[in-house]
Nanobody, 114 residues
Framework: QVQLVESGGGLVQAGESLRLSCTAS????????MGWYRQAPGKQRELVAT???????NYADSVKGRFTVSSGDAKNPVALQMNSLKPEDTGVYYC????????WGQGTQVTVSS
């Protein structure tokens, strides 16, 4: 089974930036979709940004213009550039990659202070 590991999370102040990366334990082929979801304490996991293998992107309204999802390679399939961070962006961010099955990372904490 492929394992995904997110990295790049941390504690930042509002207005600062972070870049999240997703690394796979094995190369992943035939990717259909890839992207990022986040979950705040006591809330449901929500979509942040996704991308198809063809380059089509989808963003949550709350992050449009601030976040950018990008594809990489088979070992590092997707990244997320997060600019102009707000306290509302705080949460655990999860990488997700879909082939004929869906893989999830264990999450990385992003905390934005005011």
């Amino acid at each position: 089974q492929v394992q995904l590991v997110e990295s790049g999370g941390g504690l930042v102040q509002a207005g600062e930036s972070l870049r999240l990366s997703c690394t796979a334990s094995e190369s992943i082929s035939s990717i259909n979709h890839m992207g990022w979801y986040r979950q705040a304490p006591g809330k449901q996991r929500e979509l942040v940004a996704t991308m198809t293998s063809g380059g089509r992107t989808n963003y949550a309204d709350s992050v449009k213009g601030r976040f950018t999802v990008s594809s990489g390679d088979a070992k590092n399939p997707v990244a997320l550039q997060m600019n102009s961070l707000k306290p509302e962006d705080t949460g655990v961010y999860y990488c997700c990659v879909t082939t004929f099955v869906t893989y999830w990372g264990q999450g990385t904490q992003v905390t934005v202070s005011s």
